[in-house]
């Protein structure tokens, strides 16, 4: 177990506010990610860490935003929330050592924008 | 621009039956493809991955065929359960531009085994 926690689990917003969903892992792994899940799209990487303060854009970055001041949390920020970005939100972390690909994903955070 | 092409949307198999799903990657610096397993209401788990210098790779009645010339892979499940019931995802993993790990996920497959 990889110690991955999504907060919050479920939230409901309405367009234009701003909300940020955190990831905090326990073990201290230099890589993490946030992708978010469509139906027909799969899942989709927005942002991804490879350190503190090491950010980069992945293929669906635009209205997001991300933070990690400290290596076990991993903030994503929709500055103004909008209906296409209601999503369900998967964190996910490279565990050290491990090979290339093998992420472990958090249980995911259901976001509603209405 | 989808990456990694995975087919079919949807699945519907037989008990003790064979299911196949397909991917299909585009670029060469890919050096690691996992499949990815995930229930309702949980994250994808990881379920099997190959390397493309293997052809193929078994784990119990999974199985991964791999054309590294037709940039092409499969995922095999011999004997379905109905506990495979579930969403399946194909990733193929590589560094970026900037060297740093990045994975890119096929579109999913969801996986009905009925008795």
């Known amino acids: 177990d990889a110690g991955i926690t999504q907060s919050p689990r479920h939230k409901v917003t309405e367009t234009g506010t701003p909300v940020t969903l955190r990831c905090h892992q326990t073990?201290?792994?230099?890589?993490m990610y946030w992708y978010r899940q469509d139906p027909g799209h799969g899942l989709r990487l927005i942002h991804y860490?490879?350190?503190?303060?090491?950010?980069d854009k992945g293929e669906v970055s635009d209205g997001y935003s991300v933070s990690r001041s400290k290596t076990e949390d991993f903030l994503l920020t929709l500055e103004s929330a909008t209906s296409s970005q209601t999503s369900v939100y998967f964190c996910?972390?490279?565990?050290?050592?491990?090979?290339?690909?093998?992420?472990?994903f958090g249980e995911g955070s259901r976001l509603t924008v209405l | 621009q989808q990456q990694v092409k995975q087919s079919p949307q949807s699945l519907i198999v037989q008990k003790g039956g064979i299911s196949i799903i397909n991917c299909a990657y585009e670029?060469?610096?890919?050096?690691?493809f996992p499949w990815y397993q995930q229930f309702p209401g949980k994250g994808p788990a990881l379920l099997i991955a190959?390397?493309?210098?293997?052809s193929e790779k078994k784990e119990g009645r999974f199985t991964i065929s791999f054309n590294k010339s037709a940039k092409q892979f499969s995922l095999h499940i011999m004997d379905s359960q109905p506990g495979d019931s579930a969403t399946y995802f194909c990733?193929?993993?590589?560094?970026?531009?900037?060297?740093?790990?990045?994975?890119?996920f096929g579109t999913g497959t969801k996986l009905q085994v009925i008795p």
């Open positions: 996910a972390i490279l565990q050290t050592g491990a090979v290339s690909g093998e992420l472990f």
């Open positions: 073990e201290n792994h230099r890589y």
């Open positions: 860490s490879y350190g503190v303060k090491d950010t």
């Open positions: 670029n060469t610096a890919f050096d690691y």
């Open positions: 190959i390397r493309p210098d293997v």
């Open positions: 990733a193929a993993a590589g560094r970026s531009g900037g060297g740093y790990q990045k994975v890119t």
